[in-house]
Each structure stands twice: as C-alpha cells, then as structure tokens.
C-alpha cells in the first residue's frame, strides 16, 4: 500500500515525517479533508485573523499530489461585531475589552 504524508501550515508549519498507508488515492485524499476538519474545529478562534492554512500531501519521495488551502476572511460588516479593545476604534457603539 503506498503511504502518504499530511503536512500542515498555520502560522506553524507541521512535517508529517510518519506518514499513512491508504489502499487507495481517494482514501488518501478523505484523509487530507479531515485533516483540515479537524484543523478548524482545533482552532476555529485562532483561524480567523491568520494568513491562510494549508494541507500538502506527498508521497514517499516528497513530490505534492494534493494541496488544500482554508482560507477565512472578515468582511468590513463582520469586524463591526468583533469586540474592539478599549481606546483603538473609533465606533464607540462597538463592545469594548478592558
């Protein structure tokens, strides 16, 4: 069975040097999609605010077969609902952190 290998990227990049066996390729590729399930439900917080995550899985020689990037953005109407911290935003209607 060919082994394949699940390196993650947040702000910490994450070699995966074990790797998994998979009977087949579409295995492999379900694994990569839980992979990143299980990246956002980790750190569901964290996520929004970073730069984009990535999934990259090889296989044995290193070359990428597949590549998942998650990527969350805040629009202008979204960062209106964030709490703001006491002193640095204008809105004086926004929640405020002391």
Known sequence: MPR???HTETDVRVTDTDGQEFGSYEDARREAIQTCE???KDAAVAFWG???WNVSV????GLILWKIYID?????AGR???P???G???????PTIL
């Open 4 to 6: 394949f290998y699940f």
């Open 38 to 40: 299980q990246m956002m």
């Open 50 to 52: 970073s730069r984009p």
């Open 58 to 61: 090889t296989d044995e020689t």
């Open 72 to 76: 969350g953005q805040t629009s202008a």
């Open 80 to 82: 209106s609902l964030e």
């Open 84 to 86: 703001r911290i006491a």
């Open 88 to 94: 640095s935003d204008p809105d004086p209607d926004r």
